[in-house]
């Protein structure tokens, strides 16, 4: 067993998750102290010692430094400072991969690039997306975090402007899928702190479609969180920024129908219905419709049923019939449990529009008892539990026991 401490590896994890050097994270430090703290802080080139010192586990930072380092990674000191032995297993493990993988970038790095370096990279990162709809949230995290270590290795090795560009997209990309995951976990501030660099990432390398996703990723929290004005805002957003016919504008759109379901809004919710059904008409089905950034046409029945549903609208039935279907099935695809278990709960909203709530009950017991929800979707189904409840039903005793089953596990 290694003998730094828990609280430095996870110090310097964290780093390089965010793409820090250590020259930057002392810059970042400086920033976010206030007035008196900034003050008294050493020089910068005695902070970088200091940075390089606690990652080694030298010593413990003292105040006011735990609490700069919360502020930078917008956590609790508790998260990155306590002692957990489980978490020591699991950084080792981590910190195995992203040593390797350090490697093999300073011996890249002693040449050339690569093309083949770069496109294994490019296809590490796609086959990541790919394995979302179908990985826990969490688990996927800890992939893609050391993906993300693993290219913040590059980014200072020898390459062309043009290879410098694909490294800052592939970042981009991978935070942006992070991001996606600790929404998913309800992990709030770190998500969030994903998103702002997945946006500087964009930004640099002039990623419009990465750009647009990171607004559509934050209407979509905004959505699942109840503040169904700030995600019409972002979702519109969104459209403004990324590529007109792209997937992060077609799924803005849809977003701003489901936004506007939540605000009962009926005519605005059609009108983008009606948008997201014209912009994925003329679409192939793509070779891969389980990657999480390309819009796969058949996405498209799954939020007209989700958006249907929120407004009462009878024929959200026949589409999440049809979409439960589809993803259970293998006709365009491998089965998408996680995906069908969220479309489970669509269906049970819709059957209740239907007048069938017993189904309903049936429908929605399957997906609560699943274990394929992510946390993301807890008040999707808490909505359906509620929605029964008023019915009076007497399966609902044991569909609520399910719920709170499904929340303290």
């Not at 490697?103 to 083949?116: H, I, K, Q, T």
């Not at 003329?282 to 007209?304: F, G, V, W």
Request: proline share 5%; glycine share 4%; charged share 25%.
């Amino acid at each position: 067993m290694s003998d730094i401490p828990a609280w430095a590896v996870r110090l310097r994890m964290k780093r390089l998750e965010s793409t820090l050097s250590l020259a930057g994270m002392a810059t970042r430090i400086r920033e976010v102290a206030e007035g008196r703290q900034r003050a008294h802080l050493p020089t910068h080139e005695s902070l970088v010692r200091m940075i390089r010192s606690w990652e080694a586990g030298k010593h413990r930072p003292s105040e006011p430094y735990p609490q700069l380092y919360a502020r930078v990674f917008q956590t609790t000191e508790h998260d990155l400072f306590h002692e957990n032995d489980a978490f020591q297993v699991e950084i080792e493990a981590a910190g195995d991969d992203e040593l390797e993988a350090m490697e093999l970038a300073r011996r890249v790095a002693a040449s050339d690039m690569g093309e083949e370096t770069l496109e294994r990279l490019e296809m590490a990162v796609d086959d990541l997306a790919v394995a979302y709809p179908r990985t826990p949230p969490a688990e996927l995290l800890q992939r893609v975090r050391r993906h993300i270590s693993y290219v913040s290795t590059f980014v200072n090795a020898r390459m062309t402007l043009a290879e410098h560009r694909r490294i800052i997209v592939a970042g981009g990309w991978l935070s942006l899928l992070a991001a996606t995951c600790h929404i998913d976990l309800r992990q709030f501030p770190s998500g969030a702190a994903r998103l702002r660099t997945a946006m500087q990432l964009a930004k640099h390398a002039e990623h419009a479609e990465i750009a647009g996703w990171c607004l559509e990723t934050e209407a979509w929290q905004a959505l699942t969180s109840g503040d169904h004005r700030q995600a019409l805002a972002l979702a519109q957003s969104a459209q403004r920024v990324a590529p007109k016919g792209s997937s992060a504008y077609i799924q803005a759109t849809a977003q701003e129908g489901r936004a506007w379901a939540r605000l009962g809004a009926g005519p605005e919710t059609r009108d983008a219905l009606g948008r997201v059904s014209r912009l994925v008409e003329p679409l192939p089905i793509p070779d891969r419709p389980e990657h999480h950034y390309r819009y796969d046409p058949a996405k498209s029945d799954a939020y007209t049923a989700t958006t249907l549903s929120w407004i009462g609208d009878p024929a959200a039935e026949r589409y999440a019939r049809g979409v439960l279907a589809r993803l259970e099935s293998t006709t365009d695809g491998p089965p998408r449990p996680r995906r069908a278990a969220s479309a489970r709960l669509d269906l049970a909203l819709a059957l209740l529009a239907a007048d069938l709530p017993d189904e309903a009950a049936d429908t929605a017991l399957v997906a609560i008892t699943s274990g394929l929800l992510a946390p993301s979707s807890y008040w999707r189904a808490a909505e359906v539990v509620s929605a029964l409840e008023a019915r009076r039903l007497s399966e609902t005793a044991e569909l609520r026991e399910a719920y709170w089953e499904l929340c303290r596990s």
